[in-house]
């Protein structure tokens, strides 16, 4: 081999002392790598493709999907169904509280966010009489809208207001509801 001008030696940095791994490894430049899809493979080994657009692409893939820079490389989340209702929820919040207003915002997009960060509040010592309980936390945003009382009494109000518009009066006393009912009405036709 030596004949044509053909040298290989193995890396072997992985297994050298640390203070000659520190000296190599700040000499050259870190290099993402390139994923090696199984199809690319020529005997056994990886060979990246010879046009300059292509490797370009398979590194951007490699790279992991973030905002950049200007916002401190926030990445994107993988949405739940507990982050899913949540959105919802925020998107809706103008009919839980019929005394706050909001703005009207992105109402009618349907996609949600790809990139959000999600936080806990942390109270204030000044607002220790005026924060939730233990029994009062949930783990969701959604969880926390079922068990509020105020918000249920509410809801229940607005349902029966619903129910007492769309229900006709006068259509009840001839509703069937059981046998003694269904004798009744037939007594009121005057049948036997």
Do not use: C
Request: aromatic share 8%.
């Amino acid at each position: 081999m030596s004949s044509i001008g053909l040298t290989w030696e193995p890396n072997l940095s992985m297994f050298k002392s640390s203070g000659t791994s520190a000296a190599t490894s700040s000499s050259t430049k870190s290099v993402p790598q390139i994923p090696k899809p199984k199809t690319e493979l020529i005997d056994g080994l990886y060979v990246p493709p010879a046009d300059p657009k292509l490797r370009n692409k398979l590194v951007k893939k490699s790279l992991k999907d973030t905002t950049g820079k200007n916002w401190f490389d926030m990445p994107a989340q993988t949405i739940t169904p507990e982050i899913k209702n949540d959105f919802q929820i925020i998107k809706l919040r103008h009919v839980l509280d019929p005394k706050r207003h909001y703005k009207k915002g992105d109402s009618k997009s349907k996609e949600l966010p790809k990139y959000f960060q999600l936080g806990t509040v942390v109270e204030s010592p000044t607002e220790f009489y005026d924060r939730l309980t233990k029994k009062e936390r949930k783990r969701s945003i959604a969880e926390e809208i079922l068990h509020d009382n105020a918000l249920k009494k509410y809801r229940k109000r607005k349902v029966r207001e619903i129910e007492e518009k769309n229900n006709v009066p006068g259509v009840d006393k001839w509703k069937i509801k059981g046998k003694q009912s269904w004798k009744r009405a037939k007594q009121r036709r005057g049948g036997n």
